[in-house]
């Protein structure tokens, strides 16, 4: 791939196209349309209130309390489903769910008021040296020590060494030194699982080895060319398709 055949990849096309080529034909060649599962709304909902949160902090310097934490996060979650359809498992409250994420941010509010921020959903690109491919992402914040923080709402626990091994960590360590010439000083999963009794879990680690990067980077350049391929089918599992929201042109692929 050279430089006049510029294409732009980000963490979500890299695990789309890991996933399901086929799904991914579908997302980001024909953009059909997608619903948002229960998890996902109560993730977006997390962030968004997350993301007022701090950025009420940088420009007044002042913590708000709990209770405008958990407001904020209501009003997020009542309205994300006027904008994008919300489709609830039978099994699933949307009531309970709300919940869940009330529990966690409450849960949560004692540790947000310690970080010191310094951006929120700050965007980043990069080009992928040698190639005509520009990675692109946002993140969720930045701290003014130099963490690179991300949130997330889990219904299960990560592993110890997921820092290491997530791509969306290994992104967001390469953009780091990309986009600003230094070193993190680390990288944190800031997590909330929402299991019966939830519980925080603060995931931290150091930078990664150059080793790492340049898998990354390997990585995002093989999915790139894979994009371009034309060569689009479908990778079933429970996994990939329970929640996928597009069965119905998955099933009408072979005609
Ligand atoms: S239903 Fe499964 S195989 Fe079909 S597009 Fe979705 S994830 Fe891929």
């Given at each position: 791939?050279?430089?006049?055949?510029?294409?732009?990849?980000?963490?979500?096309?890299?695990?789309?196209?890991?996933?399901?080529?086929?799904?991914?034909?579908?997302?980001?060649?024909?953009?059909?349309?997608?619903?948002?599962?229960?998890?996902?709304?109560?993730?977006?909902?997390?962030?968004?209130?997350?993301?007022?949160?701090?950025?009420?902090?940088?420009?007044?310097?002042?913590?708000?309390?709990?209770?405008?934490?958990?407001?904020?996060?209501?009003?997020?979650?009542?309205?994300?489903?006027?904008?994008?359809?919300?489709?609830?498992?039978?099994?699933?409250?949307?009531?309970?769910?709300?919940?869940?994420?009330?529990?966690?941010?409450?849960?949560?509010?004692?540790?947000?008021?310690?970080?010191?921020?310094?951006?929120?959903?700050?965007?980043?690109?990069?080009?992928?040296?040698?190639?005509?491919?520009?990675?692109r992402g946002y993140f969720d914040?930045?701290?003014?020590?130099?963490?690179?923080?991300?949130?997330?709402?889990?219904?299960?626990a990560y592993p110890s060494d997921?820092?290491?091994?997530?791509?969306?960590?290994?992104?967001?360590?390469?953009?780091?030194?990309?986009?600003?010439?230094?070193?993190?000083?680390?990288?944190?999963?800031?997590?909330?699982?929402?299991?019966?009794?939830?519980?925080?879990?603060?995931?931290?680690?150091?930078?990664?080895?150059?080793?790492?990067?340049?898998?990354?980077?390997?990585?995002?350049?093989?999915?790139?060319?894979?994009?371009?391929?034309?060569?689009?089918?479908?990778?079933?599992?429970?996994?990939?398709?329970?929640?996928?929201?597009?069965?119905?042109?998955?099933?009408?692929?072979?005609?």
């Open positions: 791939m050279n430089n006049s055949t510029e294409i732009e990849i980000s963490v979500s096309k890299v695990t789309c196209m890991t996933s399901c080529r086929l799904a991914w034909k579908f997302r980001y060649i024909d953009k059909l349309p997608t619903y948002m599962d229960a998890n996902l709304l109560l993730g977006q909902a997390v962030h968004h209130a997350l993301a007022s949160f701090f950025t009420h902090k940088i420009s007044t310097g002042s913590n708000l309390s709990m209770r405008d934490l958990l407001e904020l996060y209501n009003n997020a979650y009542d309205n994300i489903p006027k904008a994008q359809e919300v489709r609830f498992d039978k099994d699933e409250d949307p009531l309970e769910t709300k919940i869940k994420g009330l529990n966690c941010l409450t849960l949560y509010h004692p540790q947000a008021i310690q970080i010191k921020p310094l951006a929120v959903e700050q965007f980043f690109s990069f080009m992928i040296p040698g190639t005509g491919i520009k990675f914040l930045l701290t003014e020590d130099d963490w690179v923080l991300d949130y997330k709402v889990i219904a299960k997921v820092i290491q091994k997530s791509l969306q960590m290994q992104a967001y360590d390469y953009a780091f030194r990309a986009t600003t010439g230094k070193l993190p000083k680390g990288l944190s999963y800031q997590c909330m699982v929402k299991t019966k009794v939830p519980r925080i879990d603060i995931l931290s680690g150091v930078p990664h080895t150059k080793e790492t990067l340049d898998r990354f980077l390997k990585l995002s350049v093989q999915v790139a060319k894979d994009m371009q391929s034309g060569n689009y089918y479908p990778s079933e599992s429970p996994m990939n398709c329970s929640k996928c929201s597009y069965k119905d042109a998955c099933e009408r692929w072979h005609l």
